[in-house]
C-alpha cells in the first residue's frame, strides 16, 4: 500500500489559481506548493503574483505566474493553454478572482457598476470553466474546480447589491454546471468565505471599532483568516472531497447562521 503523505499529496499535479496574488489565494497557493502541486498563480498585478511565485520556489516548490484579467475570455484561454503546455494537463483549479465594487446603496449602483462587477466575478468565472473544463476533459482523466461565491449569496449586506447577485448566480452556475460534468468525473464546487481579513476586506474591517461587531456576531469569536478559506479549498479540491460535487460550502465561523445570539448568550449567562 502506498501512502500519501501530506507533503506529496499533490504531486505531480497541476492547480491554476486566479486571483492568487493576495489574500485567500495567495495562501491557498503557498499550501498547494508546500504540497508538492505544480501551481499557476494568475492575477492582473504581476509584482504580487510573480512575488507569490518565488516565494514558492525558494520553498522548494514549483511555481508559475501568469498575468491575466478574467474579464477578459481571450486572456483566459491564453491563461489555460499556458498552463496545460507548460506542465502537461490541469487537474485543479480554483476560480477566484473577484471584485467588490462599490460600496453603496442600490439606487447609487449604475448599470456601469453593475457590468463591472459581473464582468470578473460571473462572466469571468464562466470562462474560466468553459477553458478548464475543456482543458480537463481533453485530458480524459477527470478534475475538480472550485469558484469563489461568498456568504452574501445566502445572506445580504446593504451596499453590496450587484455583488450579492453576482456570487448567487454563481452558486445556481455552479449546480448545473456541477450536474453536466458530473459523468466526465469533473468536479465543480463553490466556498463561500464569510468575513475574512484579506485586502477585499479591508474597508469593513479599518478598524478594531468596526470589526468588533462581526466577530460578536460569530460564533467562533473572531474573524476569519485567508487560511481558513484555503484550507477548505484544499479538501474540496482534493480526493478527500471525491464524492462532493454541485455544493456551496460556507467557511464563516458560523457568521451567517441566524438567531438573537447576543440577547441569548446574556440569558444563558443570567440564568444557567
Known sequence: MTITTLASR???RTVL??????????????RFGREGANVVIAGRRPAE????????????????????????????????????STFGGLHMAWNNAGILGGFQPFQETSLADFDAVMATNLRGVFACLKHEIAAMQAAGVGGAIVNTSSWT????????????????????????VAVEVGPLQIRINNVSPGIIAT????????????ALPFEKQT????????????????????????????????????????GLRPWFNGFVAEHV
Not at 17 to 30: D, E, H, L, R, V
Not at 199 to 210: F, Q, W
Not at 224 to 233: L, R, T
Open 153 to 176: 449569496a445566502h445572506g445580504a449586506m446593504p451596499g453590496l447589491s450587484a455583488y450579492a447577485a453576482g456570487k448567487a448566480a454563481l452558486d445556481a452556475l455552479t449546480r448545473t
Open 219 to 258: 460564533p467562533l469569536q473572531r474573524i476569519g483568516q485567508p487560511e481558513d478559506v484555503a484550507d477548505a479549498v484544499l479538501w474540496l479540491l482534493s480526493e478527500d472531497a471525491r464524492f462532493v460535487t454541485g455544493q456551496s460550502l460556507l467557511v464563516d465561523g458560523g457568521f451567517t447562521i441566524g
Open 10 to 12: 499533490f504531486a505531480n
Open 49 to 84: 503574483i510573480n512575488l507569490v511565485a518565488d516565494e514558492i520556489k525558494a520553498a522548494g516548490g514549483i511555481a508559475l505566474a501568469i498575468a491575466a484579467d478574467v474579464s477578459d475570455a481571450e486572456q483566459v484561454q491564453a491563461l489555460v493553454q499556458k498552463t496545460v
Open 199 to 210: 485586502p477585499m476586506a479591508s474597508g469593513v474591517l479599518a478598524s478594531r471599532t468596526s
Open 17 to 30: 489559481i486566479t486571483g492568487g496574488g493576495t489574500g485567500m489565494g495567495k495562501a491557498a497557493a503557498q
